[in-house]
């Protein structure tokens, strides 16, 4: 008898995200969904988070932060978590989820914010070693 074949599914989808560190990479991304939006960032802000549509109508979120100000990595990985819970709480309104449940949250935060941070860390040329 052939062995059981595990299914693997994915009950919520990864929103689509970019990462922009400078508004360079920003003006790309506005390029690549047919948009124009001049401000990367607002007067002040280290960080923010940009909706929009990509070509095939999917919503697209811009995370952008200004890797070029003298921020310690704790700020970072600071803003991070802030814009992190921004995208989760746009998905779920979308989703039309208006009481996640505190695991659902706690999940879906840790699995966005690990998202970003890696893209972060790949930009950036690092890396994170845990210790547990």
């Known amino acids: ?14 929103p689509k995200m970019v990462l922009c560190l ?4 920003y003006d790309q991304v506005m390029k690549e969904v ?21 070509p095939e109508g999917n919503e697209l979120f811009i995370i952008c932060l200004d890797a070029a100000k003298d921020v310690t990595v704790m ?22 989820e208006d009481h996640p449940s505190s695991e659902f949250q706690a999940y879906g935060i840790q699995n966005l914010f690990l ?10 040329g690092g890396s994170v070693k845990l210790c547990i």
């Open 34 to 54: 047919n948009s124009y939006s001049s401000v990367y960032l607002p007067k002040s802000k280290n960080a923010c988070v940009r909706i929009f549509d990509d």
């Open 115 to 124: 998202t970003i941070l890696e893209a972060y860390l790949e930009k950036k």
């Open 1 to 14: 008898m052939a062995k059981a074949k595990v299914l693997q599914g994915c009950t919520i989808t990864m």
């Open 22 to 25: 400078n508004q360079q990479e």
């Open 75 to 96: 700020d970072m990985v600071g803003l991070i978590v802030h814009e992190t819970v921004h995208v989760f709480q746009s998905k779920c309104a979308n989703m039309g």
